[in-house]
């Protein structure tokens, strides 16, 4: 279908799916899910179809992990839309009223943002999950997936729109773009008027090209040059497992550790022991001068390294002589996702939880912890790295805007 | 200066800003009234600088009226700063605080933007108005105004920076690209990473460039094709004054009313008694087929008149045979900034409220009152017609993020 035509199909079903009753949209949730099984084998010949063109492409083996669905993957996508029926519809919620002088009631009540575009990449379980958080917030969503992936997201996306249809709902809730033309994907960027925001999901270069190129409202997500600090007061002990979780508990995970900062009064004592429990799950260390004086042997740090979200087995790790210059160096290099300072002076932990721009900020915990579902939010569809609409994890309730409703019995403005 | 180094001077100085005490802030703000005060011949004389060359190059009589200062509008550009100190400071305010079943104490805590980029035209108070509500809601600004106010706005800064430096307040709180290059203002959308949120305040022209061209976050203010419907159900009494209100008590402004969608029902009734009260007023009315039956001697309007914001003294008429018919109408031209409903059926009216996709829906009232200072909001930076964010008057709140503040003690994800 033409692109234009997509964005008028989605802005006509976004009236009907903003005042969707909720138990209509959880049963088309649970439709959803079962549709999903029923067409498991059609999901996974689709997608065996995208593993074999990978394969003959050369496609780099992780990749193709990313891109190959198994029954547990179909039915993983399925338990999730189950589960965002399960949480609370967060539209119509009541956020503010008040009663004017005048007599006008003003009401601020949460509205779905209308039509959501999510471009990602290789995942694609990640046309179930969008399609769910979408819909469940009350919003059509417009999907444009990787080309690698364009028979498993149409196979996905035919039965999450047939499951719709047979629930009496317009399928348009959920499109896919199925032309893998870069222009269309340039021309996805600026239907003003059609969508009212994109979200990127993937890497920082898909990221950097949709900041780039789109006219229509994005949210920056993801990309997460994650610092711990260990303060001169840090407890050593505990400062192992953290440092060892953040690091290299998922490694390719944008809330993962990719730098240790130093306090220099700690650097002799704490850094062999920290180097020889990380050596031991093949982490390369990658250090400045007083770094590499500590632990012999290391890598020396460049001035890139401090800017490099590594999503590999690689820290790097930099010495300060005060708590100040930990707070900038960090406030300089991180890309203001999480961090995380470790420290038994509550004083200085909530200066650098103060000071830390960051949208996480962590005092004595791994910054492994940003994340939708750790945060209780029940469901996650990307983590905001920018200031404007919602910062950290966004559920639900970050899918949605609110407007003013205002009553009055005949009121001018004098 | 060059922009890359005020963008850097921005970033220096906003974490001082975004830990400021309230009353530090409402200290300098007060000064910074003063110092306008005492300034006044200097600001003054700049203006009448502007105004000569405006006048010169045969500027349009109405935009030199905006450009002009008076005594007056100076004094009230300190009054202005005065207000902005008494308003309650948004930045520490606890959003939402739980703890998760690991212990970790999770806060959300709402916090300054950071740098905004304000992109503005002629009037020259904007300049005093944005720093004020900036700085008291803890954020860096850069402005760029118009090039025909240079001089006024280059005084105005003078002297609030001279002021800060007096309150020993790092002056870069606030910054005016005196550079009118067009090459430079297009650098300054693109400085990501220095600015955190740009903010058009001006025509239809202005904004569209902004959003074409910014890869900062936007957000859109401003444009308003604002409805008013009169509904088969409408008291007719109440519905000729509200409508005289919205289009004509101000007719320049944003939230003025351009549109009359009318019931067939009424129609006949109606519209000769509301067009003899607009003609008297001098307004013109440009109505569909139906319209100029009921009103003869009305201009014929054209497909273009219902998509146009006139800020003139021009209303459209269209004609419809049901709520519905009007809603839809409504909702493909309106710019969903405000659009109101007539009508003495709540029900009808509540059908109206839930499904009209703009910023501020109103029963019963004139659509003049979407403004910071009728919400009760002591302030506004502009009125926003996207989703994102913030949506209708942005006053200090509107000027903020959030992020997220965790407290452990050693947790580690599993």
């Known amino acids: 279908m033409e692109l234009m035509e997509m964005g008028k199909a989605a802005a006509a079903v976004k009236y009907a799916l903003a005042c969707m009753p909720e138990e209509e949209k959880n049963r088309a949730l649970l439709a959803a899910a079962d549709a999903l099984m029923q067409d498991m084998d059609l999901i996974l010949q689709a997608n065996e179809k995208d593993v074999r063109d990978g394969e003959a492409k050369g496609m780099h083996p992780g990749l193709v992990d990313r891109l190959r669905l198994t029954p547990e993957r179909v039915e993983a996508m399925a338990e999730g839309l189950r589960q965002v029926s399960s949480l609370p519809d967060p539209v119509g919620e009541v956020l503010d009223s008040f009663v004017r002088p005048n007599g006008l009631k003003i009401e601020k009540r949460r509205v779905p943002l209308g039509v959501i575009g999510i471009i990602y990449e290789s995942r694609p379980n990640v046309t179930a999950d969008a399609f769910g958080l979408c819909f469940k917030s009350g919003n059509a969503c417009i999907l444009k997936g990787g080309s690698d992936a364009l028979s498993s997201n149409l196979a996905i996306t035919n039965s999450l729109r047939a499951s719709l249809e047979k629930c009496g709902i317009c399928p348009d809730a959920v499109q896919l773009i199925a032309d893998t033309d870069r222009v269309v994907t340039e021309q996805f960027m600026r239907m003003n008027g059609y969508v009212d925001v994109l979200i990127p999901r993937g890497g920082a270069g898909l990221i950097r090209t949709v900041v780039e190129h789109s006219t229509v409202p994005v949210i920056e997500t993801g990309t997460g040059n994650c ?19 953040a690091k290299t508990q998922r490694i390719g995970v944008c809330n993962a550790c990719e730098s240790l900062v130093i306090h220099e009064a700690v650097r002799e004592r704490f850094l062999p022991a920290l180097a020889q429990t990380l050596r031991e799950k093949n982490v390369e260390l990658r250090g400045d001068e007083r770094a590499l004086e500590a632990v012999p042997g290391m890598t020396a740090a460049t001035e890139e390294d401090f800017g490099t979200e590594y999503l590999d087995y690689i820290l790097s790790i930099k010495t300060v002589d005060s708590l100040e210059e930990a707070i900038s160096h960090i406030n300089r290099y991180s890309t203001g996702h999480s961090d995380a300072i470790l420290t038994e002076d509550t004083e200085r932990a909530e200066r650098f939880l103060n000071e830390v721009d960051s949208a996480c900020v962590y005092a004595n915990a791994s910054t492994r912890f940003t994340d939708g579902f750790e945060f209780g939010f029940g469901a996650e569809i990307g983590i905001s790295t920018q200031k404007l609409h919602a910062r950290g994890p966004m559920g639900l309730k970050e899918l949605t805007s609110y407007k003013y ?3 009055g019995n005949g009121q001018i403005r004098k």
């Open 405 to 407: 409703v205002i009553r």
């Open 227 to 245: 610092h711990i600090y260990v303060d001169e007061f840090a407890d050593l002990a505990k400062a192992i497992p953290i440092i060892l979780n």
